[in-house]
């Protein structure tokens, strides 16, 4: 009886992925590895394509091994080597994809995104390196590219009386260069490095910017942003404190996101991604009456003063994405938080 159910299920399974695999293509994510990339790669093997992840090392079981748990991998994913600061490196990844997501990118936080050079280097120069392999690749329909909302926010807004930031607005270079903001720096050149990189090679180019992604992990290494909301659940105020007016959306939403607005043929230009925007002492707020028994500081200061500007993501809805809300995200980032052994179920 068992094997039979088995076989059964075996037999279901390869239906299933004959199934899928005839309505779906062959998509490149660059990145592979990362909090977002692989949920992405998660929802998109769920969808039905088949995936070309790019990572700096396939061989480390440790960066990759929540990639082969994924339904589907086995059948339909492929891990394949790239650098972005190796010219050429991502041509054999993309060579046989109709759809890029470029999502690799030095990120806030790491040691070195306290050296200029560092940060915008790679984020400028390796986006430019994968859009030099898109341009070869005989097939490819879109790419679609992970900016941020960094780009967007870093405005001084007693300089501007409209404080709705939608997609034409664009985070300011000098007050970046003052507050020595080289993560949201990196972003908007390296967002407009593609743009007019695509502009001027025929590439059909759609950008996300999601806000601060919060949601669960993958991987068991936690990358910067889950570290500090660890961090924030633990008491550490500090990387809070300096972020201020934020924000936020689930990394479900995100991933949806970039399939939707690579399904989407209309889909044109930027897509701003975040469910809420709340200051850093809203922000703790809810959460000590979210999570009671965490030692979340009641109160942060904030270096900017008091800010109000809120995102406008009406484009992004208008393609029919509705963003879970705040309790959910936060809910889903604490349990698997705790299922990964980084956070104690009672700790009070
Ligand atoms: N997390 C957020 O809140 C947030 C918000 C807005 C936008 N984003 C954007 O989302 C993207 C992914 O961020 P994440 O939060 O998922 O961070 P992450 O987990 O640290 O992922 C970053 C990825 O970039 C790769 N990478 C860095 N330098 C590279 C290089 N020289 N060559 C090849 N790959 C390189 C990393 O590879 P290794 O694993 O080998 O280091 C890693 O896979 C980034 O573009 C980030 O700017 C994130």
Known sequence: ???????????????????????????????????????????LLECGYHVIGTVRD??????????????????????????????????????????????????????????????????????????RSCKKSPFLKRVVLTSSSSAVRIRDETQQP???????????VPLCEKLQLWYALAKVFAEKA???????????????????????????????????????????????????????????DVARSHILVYETPEARGRYLCSSVVLDNNELVGLLTKQFPVFPIPRRLSNPYGKQAYQLNTSKLQGLGLKFKGVQEMFNDCVESLKAQGHLLECPL
């Open 194 to 252: 593609a743009l007019d990189f695509a502009k001027e090679n025929n590439i059909d180019l759609v950008t996300v910017l999601p806000s601060f992604v919060i949601g669960p992990s993958l991987s068991h290494e936690l990358c910067t942003t889950a570290s500090d909301i660890l961090g924030l659940l633990q008491g550490d105020t500090d990387r809070f404190t300096s972020y201020g007016r934020m924000g936020y959306v689930h990394i479900d």
């Open 58 to 131: 396939p061989g480390n079981r440790k960066k990759v091994g929540h990639l082969w748990k994924l339904p589907g991998a086995n059948e339909r994913l492929q891990l394949v080597r790239a650098d972005l600061l190796e010219e050429g490196s991502f041509d054999d990844a993309v060579m046989a994809c109709e759809g890029v997501f470029h999502i690799a990118s030095p990120v806030l936080g790491k040691s070195d995104s306290n050296c200029k050079e560092a940060t915008l280097g790679p984020a400028i120069n390796g986006t430019l390196n994968v859009l």
């Open 1 to 43: 009886m068992r094997s039979w159910i088995c076989i059964k299920s075996q037999l279901h399974h390869f239906q299933f992925e004959r199934m899928v695999s005839s309505t779906k293509g062959k998509v490149c994510v660059t990145g592979a590895s990362g909090f977002l990339a692989s949920w992405l790669i998660k929802r």
């Open 162 to 172: 409209e404080l709705l930031w939608d997609e034409t607005t664009w985070s300011s």
